[in-house]
């Protein structure tokens, strides 16, 4: 089960959530991350709502039957067709975006060893050519047309989907035309096998440096008693194997298993189900050819009988994970499958669990989780619990957990708990079913993970009649410690003596410090300053190349989404398809990031490709191409990126906030005035910066130490090369705003059952780190975790929340102090809508009584010991990568604070008192702020008395 589109969604302290497909989201852990693509892709056109209603399809019969329909939660009717040809077609009629997402029954459980990986290269390799598509036509068609689309391999299932959000008829017909072409009909040329190697080759490398993957491919081998070496893991493979894939090797596979009867298409959106079923009908034309099952391979998972707890150190890990696995229920038991989801919901599903408040003094909570595993439906699921522990603790954890499952199968749930678990399980349903992507998520795995529908369309029904005893039972059937797969995953450590004579900048606060390495500052020729990061511990390099100038530059809301987006589009010297070609064959991780008043490039890449991935930098800094075809694809994508978007009371807090910054960028404004701005508009901008500028570059990698000098050579003429004289380099804190005179209250109507409130304080960075390390200590305290002061009491004690948490954001010049909560303010009971305006003015009433008890009392030393050691395993976290490592030496390096940054940071976290605390409360939270409620137009109409005693009142 993958938390974020099924019935669990567990937020959670430490950020590791495992599934058999996860993406890496925000720089958390990766398992194997098989996605081909996850860029926002636009349409420039009309929205209409009713476009694909009115499409009027070819009058040539096509061939299917209606299977039936079902009841979609929280929808009307979904309607369920087979194809002549045996595939299946879910189609639910859904306001908003259309989402066509194709599954194909096969995963890497289907691979003999010696071809591992061959699902997930595939899934690659389809975008590379079909019958009436060219090489990398698909994704570029489906650009311009301004869809989004994605592709995955899991253990058991592959899929592809395509989204748009508006249509006409030549849209979506060209759409489902592509999609089930390059589906079913590849051309697997040999150009096109040997071209993907190297990109999938070197996914598998990174894959197998990863110590997260190394942990959760154990446990998935010793639970189930798979033998197997794969370097990448059982979904990516080897290198071996994808090296010797020949054309008939892939053309064989993809023919026995990418059958009609092992597809399933899920349509959800703005659609007629009767038109839609014609169109899909029209284009999977692939004559039935079912393969018996005798002729196909599975992975024989047989559930050990005694536990296997197994050991591992990292050198990339800096806390200890604790990983335990159990054999669950069956795929094909749809009852069983939804207990185990209320299971682990009543182990660490919400803050108040038995578990989670016994690890609290370990400051960690669990993460808990249901997987599908197999593509055959007698084959057991896993549930696992995976909790982060500082070095040494871990034992203890595991105790603590091996208690709290004894506890978990000894006594059934409390009334109360019982009725915590349906609601957790029925309210995140709810919300995620307002999205049409993760409705044909759920419907699709309902369906080919677990063999019917009735996993989904029923799932409310189920969950209404689970009792305690249900949940109890589940846990005695699949938390058997006596049969369990334990992974204990450890740091490498090394002696302090020897960190303390290391002349580097590290984190303190664990048994290892985190090094970022070593550093050294360099003025070049043409006065670019360098940072050159030496880590002996890197496998990889990273840069970041940046032009900045020292006055922010005014510019309309728009600009600098399209700038970003053109200079990914190939260059003067290089058409955009030249340019990718450069960045494939390479594996070069590379792109622009574009701020206020600085143009950069980001790096990631192989030791040895840095050379060639800094030139490629260079290229695109300095030689973008700006044309009009590129600037109007630019801006289609943008705006269909953020009509996909939710409306956020977020937008008009920093608009307020900053309305006198010369860049109001929200998502917003951007959306509102983008048609405003021209291609001239993007060249200015572009052209005040370049032409004026300063220039910096970090660069970290392992090969500085590794040589007698001849790499730092090769990276300083690289940018000595090329660039043209700049600036000279100095700080300039050039972010001006000036401080709110009195509090201002925003309110935009919106249909909505919930409210969205944000509280939002202007923070202008004194320099003092100490008050940095304060801000994040309070943040933390206040709302930065499930065991926060605001999660307890307006989540967990008076419940008028899910979402409810505060945060910290900043440039390291400017920043903003936020407060949030997303409460019910409309409900339904028995088809009736029962207002409760009430939970607005609880909320603001909640954050109002929580920043007074920061400013009038100092906080408890069990607080902000608890708070320090949260701050300083997340700053660990994210700094693991090279990537990470050179882009918090950068944010530094261009702030107030240095490229120490880091080790004044952490040394600041440690000193920070509760008198330090108090006295950043007063001098921040006490300034005035802006109230944003986003909101039904009846919520806002009864509450507008109550907004109005906070401050001045906007409505837009």
Request: glycine letters at 6%.
């Amino acid at each position: 089960m993958q938390i974020t589109n099924k019935l669990i969604n567990i937020q959670k302290s430490n950020p590791v959530n495992f599934n058999n497909s996860v993406e890496k989201k925000n720089n958390s852990p990766v398992i194997n991350n098989t996605n081909l693509a996850d860029s926002r892709l636009s349409f420039m056109g009309e929205t209409t709502n009713a476009a694909l209603k009115a499409i009027a399809f070819s009058a040539k019969p096509e061939g299917y039957k209606k299977i039936g329909k079902f009841q979609v939660p929280f929808y009307n009717d979904g309607h369920v067709y087979e194809l002549n040809n045996g595939q299946k077609v879910i189609i639910i009629p859904k306001p908003g975006p259309v989402t066509i997402n194709t599954y194909v029954k096969v995963g890497s459980m289907n691979e003999p060893e010696d071809i591992g990986g061959i699902s997930h290269y595939i899934e690659h390799s389809l975008f590379n050519g079909s019958k009436k598509l060219k090489p990398g036509q698909f994704m570029q068609d489906i650009e311009k047309i301004g869809a989004d689309l994605n592709a995955f391999t899991s253990f058991n299932k592959t899929a592809y989907f395509v989204s748009t959000s508006s249509t006409d008829k030549q849209t979506l017909d060209k759409i489902v035309d592509m999609h089930a072409d390059m589906i079913q009909h590849p051309t697997f040329t040999p150009e096109q096998i040997e071209k993907e190697k190297h990109i999938v080759i070197s996914e598998i490398k990174r894959a197998k440096d990863n110590p997260y993957s190394k942990a959760f491919e154990k446990l998935i081998n010793n639970l189930f008693s798979i033998d197997s070496s794969l370097e990448g893991g059982l979904t990516l493979g080897s290198s071996k194997n994808i090296e010797n894939l020949t054309s008939k090797k892939v053309f064989d596979y993809h023919n026995k298993w990418y059958t009609p009867d092992n597809m399933t298409t899920v349509i959800v959106g703005d659609v007629n189900p009767h038109q839609a079923i014609k169109l899909v009908g029209k284009y999977f034309d692939k004559p039935a050819n079912k393969v018996d099952d005798k002729n196909k391979f599975y992975r024989s998972l047989v559930p050990i009988q005694k536990t296997v707890k197994e050991e591992i150190t990292d050198s990339q890990l800096n806390a200890t994970q604790v990983v335990m696995g159990f054999a669950g229920p069956q795929h094909g038991d749809i009852k069983e499958s939804l207990t185990a989801d209320a299971l682990i919901t009543f182990l660490s599903g919400y803050r108040g669990t038995k578990l989670n408040k016994a690890l609290k003094p370990l400051n960690t909570e669990p993460s808990v989780d249901v997987t599908t595993v197999s593509p055959r439906l007698s084959d057991l699921q896993m549930v696992y619990i995976w909790t982060t522990f500082q070095p040494g603790e871990e034992e203890k954890g595991l105790e603590i957990i091996k208690q709290g499952i004894k506890d978990t199968i000894e006594t059934p749930p409390s009334e109360k708990e019982m009725e915590i678990i349906k609601n957790k399980l029925t309210d995140n349903l709810n919300r995620i079913s307002e999205f049409s992507e993760k409705i044909t998520n759920m419907a699709g795995e309902a369906q080919v993970e677990h063999g019917s529908l009735s996993h989904y369309a029923d799932s409310l029904k189920i969950i209404n009649s689970l009792t305690p005893q249900d949940v109890q039972n589940a846990a005695k059937k699949y938390l058997d410690m006596d049969k369990a797969s334990i992974i204990i995953a450890r740091p490498e450590t090394e002696s302090v003596e020897e960190i303390e004579k290391s002349n580097v900048i590290s984190f303190t606060g664990q048994i290892k410090g985190n090094s970022l390495g070593t550093t050294t500052e360099h003025d070049l020729s043409n006065n670019v300053h360098l940072i050159l990061n030496d880590n002996p511990n890197a496998i990889r390099s990273s840069a970041v190349i940046a032009f900045a100038v020292d006055n922010i530059p005014e510019s309309k809301p728009g600009v600098i989404k399209i700038l970003e987006s053109m200079m990914t589009k190939g260059t003067k010297k290089h058409s955009e398809d030249e340019m990718n070609d450069v960045l494939d064959v390479n594996c070069l991780n590379l792109g622009p990031s574009i701020g206020n008043s600085s143009i950069n490039v980001e790096v990631d890449c192989m030791d040895k490709k840095l050379p060639l991935a800094l030139d490629v930098a260079k290229e695109i800094l300095l030689s973008p191409s700006f044309t009009e075809e590129k600037f109007d694809e630019a801006k289609a994508e943008i705006k269909l990126g953020l009509l996909s978007g939710q409306k956020s009371a977020s937008n008009r807090a920093v608009e307020t906030l900053f309305s006198d910054h010369p860049n109001k960028n929200t998502d917003r404004s951007v959306l509102e005035n983008i048609d405003n701005v021209t291609l001239n508009d993007v060249k200015d901008f572009y052209n005040q910066i370049m032409e004026n500028a300063k220039a910096t570059a970090v660069v970290t990698t392992g090969q500085l130490s590794k040589d007698s000098g001849e790499f730092k050579k090769q990276v300083i003429n690289s940018l000595e090369q090329d660039i043209p004289t700049v600036q000279k380099y100095g700080f300039v804190d050039n972010e001006k705003s000036a401080p709110l005179n009195s509090n201002k209250v925003v309110i935009e109507a919106d249909d909505r059952n919930q409210a969205h409130i944000v509280q939002m304080f202007k923070i202008k960075e004194t320099g003092d780190i100490k008050d940095i390390a304060a801000l994040r200590l309070l943040h933390t305290i206040l709302g930065g975790g499930m065991s926060s002061r605001m999660f307890m009491d307006l989540r967990e004690k008076q419940g008028l929340a899910y979402e409810v948490g505060s945060g910290y954001k900043t440039n390291n010049k400017m920043g903003r102090f936020v407060l949030a909560i997303k409460t019910t303010t409309r409900d339904e009971e028995d088809g009736q809508v029962v207002p409760k305006y009430e939970n607005l003015q609880k909320s603001l009433d909640g954050f109002k009584k929580h920043i007074n008890l920061l400013i009038d009392e100092k906080v408890s030393e069990e607080e902000i010991n608890g708070a320090k050691k949260s701050l300083k395993d997340s700053f660990n976290s994210q700094t693991e990568s090279s990537a990470q490592k050179t882009g918090l030496i950068d944010v530094g390096f261009n702030s107030k604070y240095g490229a120490d940054y880091a080790a004044k940071y952490l040394k600041a976290v440690d000193e920070a008192t509760p008198e330090d605390l108090q006295r950043v409360a007063k001098m921040y939270l006490t300034k005035p702020s802006v109230i944003s409620v986003l909101a039904s137009r009846d919520t806002l109409d009864n509450s507008k008395d109550y907004l109005k005693s906070f401050g001045e009142l906007k409505e837009y």
